[in-house]
């Protein structure tokens, strides 16, 4: 079955930086866009960032355009999120989330999500 499992958060002091990662299992990791996608504590959930199957086309929400970076190795089947200067507004659970073969193919697996902590 799939999976999708993410590591990485913790807690971060604002300016700082963390990356996350996502291993992925039981679905053709190197065909299906994946995303980030995060929530608030209390809140809605937010789209983060999208790369394509290959990685060469990456999308980013305007809140994190310019401070986040996703990337992907599909020799390993994993996915990355490298953040840099980090808000407090950024304090969220991190989901790696799977599409489809298409950008806007419906997300259909979700990874069991990931603390961030942005905080001094």
């Known amino acids: 079955q799939v999976e999708l499992v993410e590591s990485g958060g913790g807690l971060v002091q604002p300016g700082g930086s963390l990356t996350l990662s996502c291993a992925g299992s039981g679905f053709t990791f190197k065909s299906t866009y994946m995303n980030w996608v995060r929530q608030v504590p209390g809140k809605g959930l937010e789209w983060v960032s999208q790369?394509?199957?290959?990685?060469?086309?990456?999308d980013y929400a305007d809140s994190v355009k310019g401070r986040f970076t996703i990337a992907r190795d599909n020799a390993k089947n994993t996915l990355s999120l490298q953040m840099n200067s980090l808000k407090t507004e950024d304090t969220a659970v991190y989901y790696c989330?799977?599409?489809?073969?298409?950008?806007?193919?419906?997300?259909?697996?979700w990874g069991q999500g990931i603390l961030v902590t942005v905080s001094s």
């Open positions: 989330v799977k599409g489809g073969i298409y950008w806007n193919s419906p997300f259909d697996a």
């Open positions: 790369s394509n199957d290959f990685g060469g086309t990456t």
